[in-house]
Each structure stands twice: as structure tokens, then as C-alpha cells.
């Protein structure tokens, strides 16, 4: 979850050029106001939206259609955010959301809204990203609708809790918006099941053991995070300890006592993140039992996973989005396949039958590591994986006289970096397909490549059920 929410509003502000503005609206309205509004639409962090005295208003928790009483929270020179006071008149689309911490931390944004309403929603944030930016023939572009799950919970499969005392108890979750204030979860809706039994059985034993745990406030103690990934189609289960130090009190007990419930946990490590960071993982990553990665397989591919190697948290959508990507490419057996942002392969190796060779790039080194392990693992003889950054390591292939036919990319939230943008530019692949996790930045990049591409069609995809992201696949044309 984003914690830089002003700029979040003041993006969204922007998006709503045309309507009269009052630049003077902190004069007339006191924080602590209550105000009625009409929400009119969702915003793209999934807050409500509604209009008072012409001025936007953000009010987290609101629905399309609602009638509200808020309370004004912050006033700001041309938006203004309000907490949900009363709800006068419900949305036929609310809903009672299963897990009842949703309006606390980030990542349920949407648990209140019913799942055909969120993915209707999830092709208006592509909509109103693109209407921010304006890329070229934008008015036009083919929005095709929402795939989303027959079951919209259950599918992540990997926590990332921090562990805390909280009233002299050892508790793990995620923190209330925008601070470090913990919320412990003994369940969690979205997590895969197992994930969570292993979860709240290492925080009994953190307790049982008095294991000491991490305190922000003074720096001491020992164990800060906790981290629990699941192989869906194996069952395989990955434990890390996040911790202060390299001490870990009482780990072979915590490892037998483990042992004994869970024989699915086949993998236990430690990484060592010392001191005051806003980075969850550190440097240096041991193995404390059983071996470093687990096994999972996506379609007819079996990938190694280790510790810090990205991959998709949706498995069940994972196969839809590849799919689809699939299906945009239109790969033939003599195109030469570039990956970038490859993670540990799973896009470039599950196209690789496909193309006649395929190269991919990632700045993480064990991602790279995983993702030759896996081409090895799955006899795939024709892909190769170089750590480094798309835009520095694709024009030095270039220049050694490698040329991209067909190109997919999966970047960070940040979107693509503006020189590889120019990179791709110059080299022009024939076939190019975009794979966004940010409707935002995807729209910007968008306003770029346009000069020298048609978007035939954007297909989104429910990758998070619940929450307000959304993932998009964009189809290319190359312009002649």
C-alpha cells in the first residue's frame, strides 16, 4: 500500500479537470464539518468520490450511487478527504466484507463492493488513467472486460506479516494505512488457508518460546518479519524468519516443533535485515532446513521458487494472464523473444516452445539464478537469463547484432524506464505486448509509445480480488 496518499489524491484531482474548482474552499469549511455528498464514481485507490460546494472529496469506504454524511479530515487547496460518517442511502452493490479488520490496513479496499461490481470497476480505472493522459487515438481504444475468479478469495500465496508485541503479546499482520501501528490477523480471507495456519502457529510458538521480537521505537530485539509462501499445485511450503540479527534463539525448536505439524514446509530460511529500514528484506539469506526453494507448476512448467525470487501471488490467474499473453503475441518459430522484467522466467519459459530463442533480464541476481534453473528444469534449451536492468542490457544485445522480433513486458508499479521506452522505440519489435500492474503509469508510458505503436485492445485482469489494483494486458500493432 502506497503510504504517499496526498499525491495518490492530487493524481486523481488532476483526472477531474473540467469541473469548476473553489481555490479558496479551506475558508469556508472547517476540518470536523460534516458534509452530504453523492458518490459518483470510485476513485483509483477504490475510495468514493463525490462533490461539495464544486470541490472533489475523497471518502474511503464510500460506493458509487451512496448518499453519505462525512467528516471532513483534511482540506487541501483543490480537494478535500473525508472519513464515511453515515450512510444515508446503500448501493445495491455493498457488501458485509468477510474479514473484519478491511477498513484498517491496505489491501481490502474493495471487500465492501460485490465482486461483478469490482471487476467493472477494474476496467474504469484503465478508463480513467487513460483519460488523464491522453495517449494517441485513446477515445478508441478497445477495453475488453474484467476476467476475474469464479472464487475471489484464497488465492495469494504468500504473507508477508510483521511481527510485533502488542499488549505483551506477540502478534503478526500488516500496518494501519499510512503508519507503523500493527493490526494483528489471526485470519486473513485473501491468504491461501495453509498460509495461515503455518502463520499463526509460528506467532504461538515466537510466544511459547519467548523469542525476542523486533521493537521499532528502541531497535532491539530479534525477529521482525515473517514470511510464508505456498506452491499451489505442489503443496510446498517456504518459511523465512526476517530478523534483526544473525542470532535466532530457539531455532531448532521452532523448527521441530514446525516439523512435527506441518510436513509441508520443506524449505526454512532466515534473512538478515539489521536496524531501521523502510526494505522488509536484507542482504544476506541463509538456510536454516530442509533445501532453499520450493516447487511449483504453472500449466505444463515446473518453476524452482527461492526466497526472494519475484512471482506472481495469484497462481489461479497467473495461467489466465500468460494465456493472454499468449494470445497477443502471436509468436511464429522463427521470432527471436525478449522477457523483460523477467522475475524467474515464468512468462519467457512458458513462451518458449513458441519462439526460436528467448533472452530475459532482471536486476534481482536470484531471480535470474532461479530462472536458468528452471529453463534446465523444464529441458528448455533455447532461453537465457542475464541479471541487469532491461534498458542497459537490451541495447548491449542489440549491438551485438541480437535482434528483437517480439517483446513482452512485465514492469514494476513505476512502468517502464524512459530509456528502454527509447530502446524499444529504435529497435521496433514487430510484436510487443505490455503486461501492467498500474493502470497510471501504463497510461504514460502509453502517451510515448503510441508514436510508434496502435494499441489493438487492453485486457484486464483481476490479479487481486478486493483490493483496488488492477493488472492489464495491451496488445500492440506496429505502426507502418
Known sequence: MNNNHNSHYQNQRNSHQGRPQRETVQESIPIG?????????????????????????????ALPDEVVTATVTEIHPRYMIAKLHTIRQKSPNRVEPRDPF????????????SYPAQLEFKQDVVRQALEKYRPSGYKYYKLLPTIGMDNPYEYRNKAQFQVRVLDGKVAAGLYKENSHDLVDLPTCSVQHPLIMKVMRRVVELLEAYQVPIYDEEHGSGIVKTIVVRVAVATNEVQLVFITNSTKLPHKRDLITELQKRFPEIVSYMQNVNKG???????????????????????????????????????????????????????????????????????????????????????????????????AKLNGITNAKYQVGKAEEVLPQWMAEGFHPDALVVDPPRTGLDDVLIQTILTSKPERFVYISCNPSTLAQDLAQLTKTYIVDYIQSIDMFPQTARCEAVVKFTRRH
Open 33 to 61: 464539518q460534516r458534509i452530504p455528498l453523492t458518490i459518483k464514481r470510485l476513485g483509483i485507490n477504490g475510495e468514493g468520490i463525490g462533490y461539495f460546494k464544486h470541490t472533489i472529496c475523497f471518502v474511503k469506504g
Open 102 to 113: 478491511a477498513d484498517e490496513v491496505g489491501g481490502f479496499e474493495l471487500e465492501h463492493l
Open 276 to 374: 531501521k529500514t523502510s526494505l522488509v528484506w536484507g542482504d544476506d539469506t541463509t538456510l536454516l532446513a530442509g533445501k532453499t526453494f520450493i516447487q511449483d507448476k504453472l500449466e505444463d512448467l515446473t518453476f524452482n521458487l527461492s526466497a526472494r525470487a519475484f512471482y506472481q501471488l495469484n497462481p489461479y490467474q497467473t495461467a489466465k494472464l500468460y494465456d493472454e499473453a499468449r494470445k497477443a503475441l502471436e509468436l511464429s518459430p522463427n521470432d527471436n523473444l525478449v522477457d523483460a522484467y523477467s522475475g524467474v522466467g515464468t512468462i519467457g519459459l512458458s513462451l518458449a516452445a513458441q519462439a526460436k530463442e528467448v533472452r530475459g533480464m532482471d536486476i534481482i541476481p536470484e531471480s535470474i539464478e532461479d530462472a536458468n534453473e528452471n
